[in-house]
T-cell receptor
Framework: SQTIHQWPATLVQPVGSPLSLECTVE??????LYWYRQAAGRGLQLLFY??????ISSEVPQNLSASRPQDRQFILSSKKLLLSDSGFYLC?????????FGPGTRLTVL | DAKTTQPTSMDCAEGRAANLPCNHS???????VYWYRQIHSQGPQYIIH???NNETNEMASLIITEDRKSSTLILPHATLRDTAVYYC???????????FGAGTRLTVKP
């Protein structure tokens, strides 16, 4: 079965600091991978998706970037965090066109 | 993808069936109905999906009306652990974006 790992679980960062969130997937090969953000009390917003190594599609203009250095590794980054980057970041992977989500990383930018 | 409409909140007594409705009157012929739930501070959990036939798995049943304009997710014997926000999503199978709306906040009460 497929398992999605995300770390860290929680993170508090100052404005202007860099960010790196990691997602790894077990139990599947060549998955589509996704980064979503959920602001407090809101729905999920798709940020990036990847259909293969080095292939990244961005859904919204923002202060973040994504990379996929390995088949089952997806990284979300920022060079300088903004207050508005606070939120719950979720990684997802597909299996048979159904998306399954990881446990999430709660980011607070102060 | 078609838009969905769900009640903002619902209550259910523990041990009783929870019936969560979803309207999707503009659904297209190739769009599936997906249900997820999100327990507080966790990633969304896939529950079930269907195209036009009713579906059942170990978690829930999905009843889709014949005209496919609405559906109902049924949790047959709700427990306190089923308290969560339930999302109904309509999408084409290979669409990379899961458009989560506000969902229905289900509270199971003892």
């Amino acid at each position: 079965s497929q398992t999605i790992h995300q770390w860290p679980a929680t993170l508090v960062q100052p404005v202007g600091s860099p960010l790196s969130l990691e997602c790894t997937v077990e139990g599947t090969s060549n998955p589509n991978l996704y980064w979503y953000r959920q602001a407090a009390g809101r729905g999920l917003q798709l940020l990036f998706y990847s259909v293969g190594i080095g292939q990244i599609s961005s859904e919204v203009p923002q202060n973040l970037s994504a990379s996929r250095p390995q088949d089952r590794q997806f990284i979300l980054s920022s060079k300088k965090l903004l207050l508005s980057d606070s939120g719950f970041y979720l990684c997802a992977a597909n299996r048979d066109w159904t998306q399954y989500f990881g446990p999430g990383t709660r980011l607070t930018v102060l | 993808d078609a838009k969905t409409t769900q009640p903002t909140s619902m209550d259910c007594a523990e041990g009783r069936a929870a019936n969560l409705p979803c309207n999707h009157s503009t659904i297209s012929g190739n769009e599936y109905v997906y249900w997820y739930r999100q327990i507080h501070s966790q990633g969304p959990q896939y529950i079930i999906h269907g195209l036009k036939n009713n579906e059942t798995n170990e978690m829930a049943s999905l009843i889709i009306t014949e005209d496919r304009k609405s559906s109902t997710l049924i949790l047959p014997h709700a427990t306190l652990r089923d308290t969560a926000v339930y999302y109904c999503i309509v999408r084409v199978a290979n669409n990379n974006d899961m458009r989560f709306g506000a969902g229905t906040r289900l509270t199971v009460k003892p």
